[in-house]
């Protein structure tokens, strides 16, 4: 969970907390009203021992009394000036009624947090809006600046009788198979050009030279690994692939789905991100008479 999901979340919560305490509020204060009353009233039901038990909340000049009458949940409440408090401190004393003196009024941090819930949502909500717009600005500003870049790429090897046939990282049963200094995979190669090409990294001779003995016989899924690890230094994803394998023989369509798959593996992507087409070349040149196998491929890369 991100922050921002985790403020919702406890935003979300308070909110409902406080609704939760204001209906509370609502449903106990229709139980026991508290009638306001006037001194004298106040001392007359002190005198009639109506009062049960009372607080007293001081203030600067006055202080408030709330009383809970005797037999019934009902409060009355009065203001006094701080003069009144010891003749009514002691007549409540005589009237052998409870006295609570507090000199802030306890529970006040309730009513004010019940007062200003309204408000503390408000501004909740406000922020919640305001992060909302903020994070849909950005999301727009990236979008802005993302880039769209295209590369091509080629390959060809001769096929010679009595080598594996590997295309996209797949080896297909048939009687010849590509000369190269690596597995001779074209789809692979041609990739890897098209995506080198398309985030500006040069091309599979400068990252993979067939002059070094490294490669000699290398399985080409290693140079799509190693490719895909360059774009992500640089920031850049890959968006699409789509390629065109150019051979007589054999058939490549039905092998497709697990080219697609090798080649989505090593590329780290899902396989929707690559398409496949196979053509022959109608029998001209030397594609066409089953002397290679080509491969044409064009990548597109987003830059952020
Ligand atoms: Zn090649």
Same mark, same amino acid.
């Given at each position: 969970m991100n922050s921002s999901s985790t403020a919702k979340t406890l935003l979300f919560w308070i909110s409902i907390v406080f609704l939760g305490i204001l209906l509370w509020k609502l449903v106990s204060a229709n139980k026991s009203p508290t009638e306001v009353v006037s001194y004298s009233d106040f001392l007359q039901m002190i005198d009639n021992k109506e009062v049960l038990s009372s607080k007293i909340y001081l203030q600067a000049n006055s202080a408030n009394v709330y009383a809970l009458l005797r037999g019934s949940q009902k409060y009355v409440q009065t203001t006094i000036a701080t003069s009144d408090l010891p003749e009514i401190t002691a007549r409540l004393k005589d009237a052998g009624a409870k006295i609570e003196i507090s000199e802030v009024k306890s529970g006040d941090w309730t009513l004010i947090l019940l007062n200003a819930a309204p408000l503390i949502l408000l501004v909740g909500f406000c922020l919640f809006l305001m992060r909302q717009m903020k994070g849909n600005a950005k999301r727009a500003l990236v979008l802005q600046a993302a880039t769209a870049r295209t590369g091509i790429g080629y390959d060809l090897h001769r096929l010679e009788y009595g080598r594996p046939l590997i295309v996209g990282g797949i080896e297909l049963p048939f009687d010849k198979g590509p000369v190269g200094?690596?597995?001779?995979d074209v789809l692979a190669h041609a990739l890897c050009d098209a995506l080198l090409g398309a985030a500006g990294l040069g091309d599979i001779g400068t990252h993979?030279?067939?002059?070094? &003995? =490294?490669?000699?016989?290398?399985?080409?899924m290693l140079f799509l690994e190693h490719t895909k690890k360059l774009l992500d230094e640089k920031q850049f994803a890959i968006e699409h692939v789509d390629a065109v394998v150019i051979t007589e023989? &054999? =058939?490549?369509g039905p092998h497709f789905p697990k080219m697609r798959e090798a080649l989505a593996k090593a590329l780290g992507v899902?396989?929707?991100h690559i398409h496949l087409k196979a053509k022959t070349?109608?029998?001209?040149d030397a594609i066409g008479r089953g002397e290679a196998i080509a491969a044409h491929v064009v990548a597109t890369l987003t830059s952020r």
């Open positions: 200094h690596s597995d001779g993979f030279p067939d002059t070094d &003995p =490294k490669w000699n016989g290398a399985n080409s023989k &054999p =058939k490549l899902s396989i929707d070349n109608e029998g001209v």
